[in-house]
């Protein structure tokens, strides 16, 4: 009897006729002996609906108060569902994240898991029932209610799996699973039978929204295997694993791109020690995460030129802290670029192999697409372009990395492929 954790996104309970249909799915998954917990998210564009209402009363709502309104979200699709199943003649219980023992800190709109008391999931299994709880909610210390940031249902399910010890953590989506790249942007992307934690965490992070980034975070701490499917059709998914022998081999197996950056510049700051710090002490005060970072020399003698990404949310804030900073240090000038995308290509190989990030450049220079910022992991290399060219990047980049290509599945590798 295997326990085992799904998550259903937004458009897979988009509405009744969904619902139903992934009742049936669950039902049928309990009557092959089973034991189910179920994370929805809310139904596609609840969210940002309710995110709209939010807006009509006010700029910029009360975080508090805006966690208790997202919530509303994931409660209904929970309790809808579970009217579904009980409907069908099946048990089943809604929990929301304070049922369901889900304790985060007190980072409202963003909070993180501290801790999950499973008693009262495991006492409601035992009973029988297909445990139904919301997604992308919990409480703090105090009791109130806190959500995990958009997409936080995936971390839900993951986080839940890990805390129960469940065989497996099925994430069900629109897409059959976790592919080369975005297969809503490219008609070539083909989707992947397994990939590393180390890679997909790698793919979250730079902006394949398929898995939140914390889920994989949750699934690489705690060995928990996710499976990512699909809910409309019964294709095997992408299994999201430890890495083998074989993984390596492959030099680049993702493209990732977001357009959720802006970049800002502060130009002509004194190169003296502890100016890098001045400028970035205020942003981090502010909470802003700032993602790629250049600096270099200035075009008069002993100034530096320096220039970060931030998430979009942040930009305006970013640049009039920039401003306060600018006139401190004095003679020193702020611009930004709102229009911004980072291109990045993820691969294990790229450990053991050289020449991607030149194959990464030339590519982008035949198209005439300029690069304005550089930066590299030990897997990773990422591009910022203009946002307009994003589709055009990534289409022509998964050609010269022939991605539409199983090698493995041919006998051949990657890694030799490139060194002819
Ligand atoms: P859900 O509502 O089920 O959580 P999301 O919209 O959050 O679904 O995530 C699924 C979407 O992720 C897909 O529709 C697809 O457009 C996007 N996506 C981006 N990159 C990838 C990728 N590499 N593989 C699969 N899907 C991707
Ligand atoms: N409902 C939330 C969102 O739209 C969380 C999720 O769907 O995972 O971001
Ligand atoms: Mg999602």
Do not use: W
């Not at 085992?4 to 049928?28: F, L, P």
Request: hydrophobic residues 40%.
């Amino acid at each position: 009897m295997a326990l085992i954790v799904q998550k259903y996104g937004g458009t897979s309970v988009g509405n009744a006729e969904r619902i139903a249909a992934v009742a049936t799915k669950v039902i049928a998954r309990q009557k092959n002996g089973d034991r189910l917990v179920v994370v929805l998210s809310a139904r596609a564009g609840e969210t940002d609906r309710l995110l709209g209402l939010s807006s009509e009363i006010c700029r910029s709502p009360d975080p508090r108060e805006l966690d208790v309104l997202l919530a509303t979200g994931e409660q209904t699709s929970i309790a809808l569902f579970c009217m579904a199943v009980k409907d069908m003649g099946f048990k089943a219980v809604s929990m929301t994240g304070y049922q369901a023992g889900i304790t985060t800190d007190a980072n409202f709109g963003q909070a993180r898991i501290n801790c999950i008391q499973t008693q009262s999931i495991i006492d409601r299994l035992q009973d029988g029932n297909i445990v139904v709880v919301a997604g992308f909610q919990g409480n703090d210390e105090e009791g109130n209610i806190t959500t995990l940031g958009r997409g936080g249902s995936d971390t839900t399910a993951v986080a839940l799996a890990a805390a129960l010890g469940a065989d497996v953590c099925e994430i069900y989506t629109d897409v059959e699973g976790v592919f080369t790249t975005d297969p809503n942007i490219c008609s070539k992307a083909r989707k992947l039978e397994k990939i590393s934690y180390e890679e997909m965490l790698e793919m979250a992070s730079m902006g394949a929204k398929v898995l939140h980034i914390r889920s994989v975070e949750f699934g690489m701490k705690y060995n928990v295997p996710i499976m990512v499917l699909s809910s409309f059709t019964d294709a095997p998914g992408t299994l999201v694993t430890q890495e083998d022998k074989d993984m390596e081999k492959v030099v680049v197996s993702g493209i990732t791109y977001n357009k959720n950056e802006g970049r800002v510049t502060i130009t002509n700051v004194p190169d003296q020690p502890g100016i890098a710090a001045k400028v970035f002490r205020p942003i981090s005060e502010a909470n802003i995460n700032v993602d790629l970072i250049v600096q270099g020399g200035s075009a008069s003698p002993g100034r530096a030129d320096i220039s970060f990404t931030v998430a979009k949310g942040s930009y305006e804030k970013t640049l009039e802290i920039l401003n306060q900073v600018a006139r401190e240090l004095g003679d020193c000038k702020v611009s930004g670029d709102p229009g911004i995308a980072k291109i990045s290509i993820i691969g294990l190989g790229m450990r053991s192999h050289s020449g991607v990030a030149t194959k990464m450049f030339d590519t982008l220079s035949k198209e005439n697409i300029n690069i304005k910022m550089i930066a590299t992991s030990e897997i990773k290399v990422s591009c910022i372009i203009d946002e307009k060219y994003t589709e055009l990047a990534v289409r022509v980049l998964h050609d010269a990395f022939e991605l539409d290509k199983n090698f493995e599945t041919q006998g051949t590798v990657r890694v030799q492929e490139e060194k002819e």
